[in-house]
């Protein structure tokens, strides 16, 4: 029987995660909470080359119950547009904006994202690129945001705040900067693997693949 070729696989453990050093959110974020800010943070976003792309709803403790997306979080490097969708829903603008192929924006999990916004909202987002699609072509096996990131970065995205209320009248600068740094990640993992900068033959978490085992 001819012997299958090694494969690696470039994973993390949580615990060497949990020992990273917490990266913050440094640019600025504008809360969009009126239909009157859309169409000026739209014209910003526009101005970008890459923008990363979030959502945050509301969390669910019953069995059953399920909540429309309270925040979408869309992010240049320097600066974070926070769309309260329950106060804004989605004016033409924004909703132009996510349709444009020409618009690059990278988001993790969008199928998730897109699926609970299609609940309420009609549109066909375009010009997405999908991060988990995008790390299978280096060898990262985990598909989780922090642990992309800590692989790449070696730092931690805290997820203190995932499950608190984005329904909330008015957002903690802790949720604030928390929203806004899962969307600014995602511009830092597409720009550090496309540029070349990262090399999955020298990362120190990249393990060999043990074959399935056979029954004789």
Known sequence: M??????????IDKN??????????????HIIDSVSQVA??????????????DTETRPSFKRGEMHKVSLM?????????????????MPAPLKDYLEDAGCLKVGLSTHDDFKVLHRVYAFEPAGFVELQELVKRYEIGD???????AILFQQKISKSQRLTNWDAARLTEAQQHYAALDAWACIRIYERLTSGQFDPLASPYRHVVEPPTTSD
Do not use: D, W
Request: aromatic share 8%; glycine share 8%; proline share 5%.
């Open 40 to 53: 000026g943070a739209v014209r910003a976003l526009r101005q970008a080359p890459i923008v990363g792309f």
């Open 143 to 149: 598909l989780g945001l922090q642990k992309v990131f």
């Open 2 to 11: 001819a012997q299958q070729p090694i494969q690696h696989i470039i994973t």
């Open 73 to 89: 979080q869309l992010s240049t490097l320097t600066h974070c547009f926070l769309f309260r969708l329950k106060h804004t829903g």
């Open 16 to 29: 060497v995660v949990n020992e990273m050093p917490v990266v913050t959110y440094e640019g600025q974020i």
